[in-house]
């Protein structure tokens, strides 16, 4: 069974910085591109930033300059540095990845992480 696990949300004063982190583990043979996105109450869901499997980056124009999306393809996981926070980061941040994994069958399928909070408050 194939699952993406997010770890690193919390709470943290404006200015301040959190490194989350999404880890993807069972059968999987590859994957492709990866993704953080987040949502707070009363808005869709959003891309932040995405990486691709040989490490091209894009970012949503509000965290330019502001976030680090990166990967470690031996360890399936990606990786999102928050630095210099704003009250307006506040939400629950998601992974997402790409991959061709074994649920039954071998086939790509895009997972989805549980979320975690992150919290940018004084």
């Known amino acids: 069974q194939v699952q993406l696990v997010e770890s690193g949300g919390g709470l943290v004063q404006p200015g301040g910085s959190l490194r989350l982190s999404c880890a993807a583990s069972?059968?999987?043979?590859?994957?492709?591109?990866m993704a953080w996105y987040r949502q707070s109450p009363g808005k869709e869901r959003e891309l932040v930033a995405a990486?691709?499997?040989?490490?091209?980056?894009n970012y949503a124009d509000s965290v330019k300059g502001r976030f680090t999306i990166s990967r470690d393809n031996a360890k399936n996981t990606v990786y999102l540095q928050m630095n210099s926070l704003k009250p307006e980061d506040t939400a629950v941040y998601y992974c997402?990845?790409?991959?061709?994994?074994?649920?039954?069958?071998?086939?790509?399928?895009?997972?989805w992480g549980q979320g975690t909070q992150v919290t940018v408050s004084s």
């Open positions: 997402n990845a790409d991959l061709l994994g074994f649920s039954g069958i071998w086939r790509y399928q895009l997972y």
């Open positions: 990486i691709t499997s040989g490490g091209n980056t």
């Open positions: 069972g059968s999987i043979l590859s994957i492709n591109d």
